[in-house]
């Protein structure tokens, strides 16, 4: 347990520093170009491909590490590899039909958008050069599959930083020549490079490529069972979001802000998370293939209680310095004090659902690790029908901002369905220390949040400079506050988690 807590403590950083880097990407361009109509079709071409992509990606990823895993874990290196030729080699041929689909029916979609009247021949010059990005997407996730299946989590940890890395080159040094097109290009090459970093790590495992399209071998058939269910749940999952970003680009001048909030929301948020489910995951599929089902519901529930323990909180402080870290993060250049204070709003809304998507992240892979991949489906088309329900109902009362709250609801409503269907499938697990943790937490974070309120409201009768400094003390200054005064709360409820960061903290301090 000790090496996996290392293992995960160092993905964990790195992941932490390219999803930041990936954040502080979307803040330059987004600052650097504005909230103009080019950029909000831009913030829509990129999401678009991603979008119908990371349906097929996602199911790639979790049918991959559980068969390849698998076979290694039995010593089946040969079967491990023979598998992993023939879903690469199908794949990429499967996604070269895909991006020329695409490329031939982009006219199509910008007909369900604001960009219809204005700006048309942009968004669909945008789209087209985006949907190729599906062929790297493919290889992205097969290569991580790969690599985190042999024990090698830092590499897909680390593989956004070249791609975060060409777009901010791209903006200080080529951006006021040729604007957001030329942004479209540099974007394509950024994520093409997320799979190319990835070849080398891999070639130094004893994997060798060599292309196979036999899609008639067992363990692809096995595989394709396994990816029907993952496909249906993580469809309807994806169309929440496809859903979501065509509804937001019904409203004129809204997807380039509505992106870049959900872009701070899950950059933060699922680099902790991923940075869990990427060690995590591979050790439940070993413990089930074990028959250990003792240690399966013990490894569970440690992680959801961690996830509690960090998210919960994340929510309150979201919401209590929202409007002091979105003033610090993009109250810069062409964004203004108008943009600043919508993005501020949907901030704290798509808080509320934060918890829910890290209990949903970590379940599902409870569940593929099982081979069960039909509850995260039946969940997922529930979650999308409470979230187009939601949305279609709140956008009447609540304009754009029904949108975010709609997006909360529909996934915390998955996480209190897809835990109720996994104690059914294995029975009981954490229970009354789930919820004694849980109830802790919120205390904790109750008394977070009032504390913060109170520093803010004494802040803010100083006047600050409108500077880097002056942002940064109204920002910090009650952020670190509040994790302090979070972190005491919670060690004197005697909360297992902040109990064993003091007790670590000791050790490494070496007191007694």
């Known amino acids: 347990m000790k090496s996996t807590a290392k293992t995960v403590g160092l993905v964990m ?17 987004t600052t650097f170009f504005g909230n103009t109509l080019e950029m909000n079709i831009y913030s829509y071409a990129i999401q678009f491909p991603n979008i119908v992509f990371t349906i097929f990606g ?6 991959v590490i559980p068969v390849f895993a698998g ?30 689909l695409g490329i031939l029916a982009a006219p199509i ?66 951006g006021q020549k040729y604007g957001v097109k030329g942004l479209l290009t540099a974007t394509f090459i ?47 999952y994806q169309f ?23 872009n701070l929301i899950l950059y933060s948020v699922l680099a902790f998370i991923y940075s869990i489910t990427a060690v995590i995951f591979p050790r439940l599929t070993m413990l089930a293939a074990q028959d250990d089902m003792q240690g399966f519901k013990s490894s569970l529930t440690k992680v959801l209680k961690s996830i509690m323990y960090f998210l919960i909180p994340a929510t309150a402080g979201f919401v209590a310095v929202g409007p002091q870290l979105l003033d610090f993060l993009i109250a810069w250049g062409k ?6 204070s919508f993005a501020t709003r949907i901030l704290g809304l798509y808080a509320l659902g934060i918890t829910g998507v890290g209990i949903k992240e970590v379940v599902d892979r409870a569940f593929y690790s099982l081979n069960d991949t039909k509850k995260p489906a039946i969940n997922g088309v529930v979650m999308m029908l409470v979230n187009i329900s939601a949305s279609l109902l709140l956008i009447r009362f609540f304009g754009v901002f029904g949108i975010p709250v709609a997006n909360s609801i529909s996934v915390l409503a998955g996480a209190g ?68 005064i979070y972190c005491l709360a919670t060690y004197l409820l005697k909360v297992e988690e902040a109990v064993e960061v003091l007790v670590r903290i000791k050790s490494m301090l070496r007191v007694k």
């Open 417 to 484: 369905i897809i835990l109720y269907l996994l104690r059914r499938r294995i029975g009981q697990f954490g229970g009354s220390s789930i919820l004694a943790t849980a109830a802790k937490v919120v205390l904790a974070s109750g008394i977070m949040f009032a504390a913060v309120y109170a520093i803010n409201l004494l802040l803010g009768t100083y006047t600050f400079s409108i500077s880097l400094v002056g942002k940064a003390i109204k920002l910090f200054i009650p952020v670190a506050a509040g994790g302090l």
């Open 190 to 236: 950024g994520l093409s490079l997320q799979a190319l970093v990835l070849i080398p790590p891999v070639y130094k495992t004893e994997y060798r490529f060599h292309l196979s399209l036999d899609y008639r071998d067992e363990d692809i058939r096995k595989a394709l069972r396994l990816m029907l269910p993952v496909l249906a749940g993580t469809s309807a």
């Open 71 to 100: 076979y290694i874990g039995k010593g089946e290196k040969e079967r491990a590899y023979r598998f992993a030729d023939n879903v690469t080699g199908l794949s990429l041929v499967f996604t070269a039909v895909l991006t020329l």
């Open 335 to 340: 964004m203004t004090p108008e943009d600043v």
């Open 13 to 29: 950083i790195i992941m932490i520093f390219s999803r930041l880097l990936s954040l502080v990407s979307s803040i330059v361009y």
């Open 240 to 262: 929440n979001i496809l859903f979501n970003v065509t509804m937001t680009a019904k409203f004129e001048n809204t997807v380039t802000i509505m992106v870049l909030v959900q």
């Open 58 to 63: 996602t199911a790639l990823a979790t049918v």
């Open 109 to 174: 979609f910008p007909y369900f958008t604001s960009f219809r009247s204005q700006g048309f021949d942009f968004a669909v010059i945008a789209l087209r050069i985006m949907f190729p990005v599906m062929i790297f997407y493919a290889m992205n996730y097969i290569l991580q599959g790969i690599l985190q299946s042999l024990g090698r989590f830092n590499m897909p940890a680390f593989v956004s930083v070249p791609s975060s890395l060409a777009v901010i080159l791209y903006v200080f040094v080529l």
